[in-house]
């Protein structure tokens, strides 16, 4: 691992998350005043143009300091160094009223005499990731106190405008589909100014910083900058060094065993082209670095995809390659001849394969090394599961894997194509975080983003932080599901309540939407559900003033699931007028779209057609009886006739038939998930078939549900005060998992042999409740105890 990287992972948990404001007695001058550093940027620099600025500061300390604390932020985005290591990414992405800034304790890294605090910094203007949002190209370091003063941001930093990097337009044939994530960069080597950030080499001519205006904090008075800061909540992105795990095509070259191990380099002689497919042999992000001597002239192209394409487009099995070619994004390095240049994206890459293509000139290339670090949110894997079956155990490696890779500074849909945080997605992998990791931070971090993008009418957007603005109403239902989840689940009531008042906007904005039926009238913008093969563009049938079941059902839910928050730390008045207008929706709903005869709510009152979404809905909603549920939903299961669900809505599916009684066929929907291991996917896919995405989080909810559905291990209570355990084995006959709790690990263990089980089940102390399985009920206690039970028929016979 190289010395930027080993220092980088050093300073990952140097500063602990905590209010910024109680760091220092110091900082209180900063919390509500202008702040003495300046934005500053390169003079050359057009400010809303597509640039890299480097800029650095020198400065001499008397002695080593042990706390050294600056803030950072920059537009786009920045990379820091001090003493030539990198120390610090950000900052962590948001919008211009909720600009993030990072707090890095530098002192580790500094010394008595001359230090170097430098900056890469780079502004891909619009043509940067949809998720960035942007206002202009800026830089900003402010200390902490008078003793980190020196290195704030003005004039005195010297600037260098790096004409060096580029971004590489993107052709018809590199991606398929909808692709918003950013494109590929080039950095010509032979312009490149090495060495530039340390005080090493100092032969280019450093520009005087030009201010831009003075910064503040968010909330202060008559502020003049377009940034508004506010402190970044998470923590780092990890960062571990990723090796490739096979070469799996050699064309013009024979790559050494030992090479990927980062042992034996190899060379590529002059005036010839070569390539090399890598295969990680599982999908990954991260930031590849690839490192070269000599070759001037040279020219090293790497092409990221998550799969290679068959000639009619097809992916097929992901491990097999034989006829398949890769497309997808790629990056360039023009190398200047220079010992053990290292390229590396300032963006990380999403992939599984990677194509080196070579093309020499007059000098031969040494290929020293080419290697990954992985990045993602820092989650902990805290939960465990295992069991009999070996095919569930790797959906659940596979589940968390995909999680994994669509949690960064957001949530995002897919790591590759978009990296936009839809709610739709990021209600899924918010309860897949609280119950696999117990870390609730990003979870927070995503509802307060998504209530910083709604507007006046009371919605909010589908995606956020996003450039381009998009509404899914929906989606503003499942962020008031996604706030409910946080509520049932970890207690939380100080950071939602003032939130309240934004998911009542939500649902007044649906009220107005109601017509004289009862049901939703026309919704404009997007009213997506599903990506059934039925609904165009994912929208459910509708009649033309509207009068959908499915969607007017969406709503019936939100309102339930507010009435929990509203009764619970809000207005239990209204929670009641909730309940009451809930029960009056899913009345009218079945009033006018229940078929007596296939005994199903339509999709319409017209009741020309008939799918899983709208009576999935219908039980979720209490719109259908209680008695008729466990017939409907068998009828939904059985009949393939209606409109069926994809992936993503099947997480609703699953949650009615836990309602409805029918959890223990929860293993037996496992099917689709068994059928993409069986293509090689080393993550789930956005949709069946020949999928854009080949890793979409909404896809990874069996990660939850082998939890709370299998191993049965829910809150019975708000905050999970107290315990339900209630497994659903389908034909298991043993299983182990541990969920994580605020109180500590619940663990539980079953064997099961015919009518018998045994559990064992291990809480934290402070935690009770009750186990509960087939017709019988057992209370409870922290610790440790076990329960031997027969089912109910089993003890009568």
Not at 743 to 770: C, F, M, W
């Amino acid at each position: 691992m190289s010395t930027e990287r080993r220092s980088f992972l050093a300073f990952l948990w140097s500063i602990p998350v905590s209010a910024w404001a109680a760091a220092s007695g110091a900082t209180a001058r900063l919390v509500d005043g202008y702040w003495p550093a300046f934005w500053i940027t390169c003079p050359q620099a057009s400010p809303r143009s597509v640039g890299v600025c480097l800029m650095r500061k020198q400065f001499l300390l008397n002695s080593t300091p042990s706390r050294f604390i600056v803030y950072v932020s920059a537009d786009n985005r920045y990379k820091l160094y001090v003493n030539g290591k990198v120390i610090s990414r950000g900052p962590s992405r948001g919008d211009a009223d909720h600009w993030r800034f990072e707090t890095v304790n530098i002192a580790p890294e500094l010394h008595r005499g001359v230090n170097t605090l430098a900056a890469a910094i780079w502004n891909y203007a619009d043509l940067a990731p949809m998720a960035q949002i942007t206002n202009e190209t800026g830089f900003l370091v402010q200390g902490e106190s008078k003793n980190e003063a020196v290195v704030n941001t003005n004039a005195s930093w010297g600037t260098f405008f790096d004409l060096s990097r580029k971004l590489i337009p993107m052709s018809n044939d590199q991606v398929a589909g909808y692709y918003v994530a950013g494109l590929g960069e080039s950095l010509d080597g032979t312009i490149h100014p090495w060495g530039w950030e340390t005080a090493d080499r100092d032969v280019w001519k450093w520009e005087p910083a030009r201010e831009l205006g003075t910064a503040g904090p968010r909330g202060m008075q008559d502020s003049h900058s377009p940034w508004m800061l506010v402190p970044d909540s998470l923590p780092p992105q990890s960062e571990a060094l990723q090796r490739f795990r096979r070469v799996a095509r050699e064309d013009g070259l024979s790559v050494p065993a030992a090479f990927l191990n980062g042992n034996q380099p190899f060379i590529v002689p002059a005036h010839s082209t070569a390539s090399a497919l890598l295969d990680q042999t599982f999908e990954t992000t991260a930031y590849p670095e690839l490192v070269v001597s000599g070759g001037k002239g040279s020219r090293v192209r790497l092409t990221y995809a998550e799969a290679l394409v068959a000639p009619d487009g097809t992916k097929g099995n992901r491990n097999e390659i034989q006829g398949k070619t890769i497309h997808g994004v790629r990056d360039e390095f023009l190398p200047d001849g220079g010992e053990r240049r290292a390229f590396t994206p300032f963006w990380w890459r999403a992939y599984r394969y990677v194509q080196m293509d070579i093309q020499t000139a007059d000098a031969d290339l040494t290929v020293e090394d080419i290697r990954g670090y992985f990045t993602a949110y820092p989650f902990h894997l805290a939960a465990t599961f295992e069991c009999n079956d070996p095919s569930l155990e790797e959906i659940w490696k596979v589940g968390w894997r995909t999680a994994q890779l669509c949690a960064h500074e957001t949530y995002m849909d897919c790591p590759y194509y978009e990296q936009l945080q839809y709610v739709g997605d990021t209600r899924i992998q918010a309860l897949i975080s609280l119950y696999a990791t117990g870390d609730d931070r990003l979870v927070k971090n995503a509802i307060k983003l998504i209530a910083d993008s709604q507007t006046s009418e009371g919605l909010t957007q589908s995606r956020y932080p996003s450039r381009l603005p998009q509404y899914i109403p929906g989606f503003s239902l499942y962020w008031i599901g996604m706030m409910r989840d946080l509520w049932w689940y970890r207690g939380e009531a100080a950071m939602l309540r003032p939130l309240l008042e934004n998911a009542r906007a939500v649902l007044a904005w649906y009220q107005r939407h109601l017509t004289s039926s009862g049901l939703l009238g026309r919704l404009p913008w997007w009213p997506f559900l599903d990506w059934a093969a039925e609904f165009e563009d994912g929208v459910p049938l509708q009649e033309k003033d509207g009068q959908s079941s499915s969607l007017t059902l969406q709503y019936a839910v939100a309102l339930l699931e507010m009435a929990g928050l509203e009764g619970s730390f809000g207005d239990v008045e209204q929670a009641q007028r909730n309940r009451e207008r809930a029960q009056e929706i899913g009345r009218a709903v079945y009033r006018s779209c229940w078929d007596p005869a296939k005994r199903l709510l339509a999709d319409t009152p017209a009741k020309r057609s008939f799918s899983q979404q709208a009576n999935i809905l219908g039980i979720l909603a209490d719109a259908i009886p209680r008695a008729e549920e466990k017939a409907v939903l068998a009828r939904v299961l059985g009949d393939p006739a209606l409109t069926q669900t994809t992936y993503y809505f099947k997480f609703y599916l699953f949650r009615a038939m836990k309602k409805a009684g029918l959890a223990d066929q929860y293993l037996a929907q496992l099917g689709p998930w068994r059928t993409m291991l069986a293509e090689g996917l080393s993550t789930f896919a956005e949709t069946p078939g020949n999928p854009r995405s080949d890793c979409h989080a909404w896809s990874a909810h069996p990660v939850f549900d082998l939890l709370a559905t299998v191993a049965g291990v829910v809150p019975s209570e708000p905050g999970f005060a107290r315990v339900a355990i209630e497994p659903h084995l389908g034909e298991l006959r043993s299983l182990r998992a541990s969920v994580p709790h605020r109180l500590g690990p619940i663990t539980v263990s079953y064997d099961r042999q015919r009518e018998r089980l045994r559990a064992e089940i291990d809480l934290p102390t402070g935690l009770t409740g009750a186990f509960q399985w087939r017709g019988h009920r057992v209370m409870l206690h922290s610790g440790r105890q076990e329960v031997n039970l027969l089912t109910a028929e089993a003890a009568l016979s």
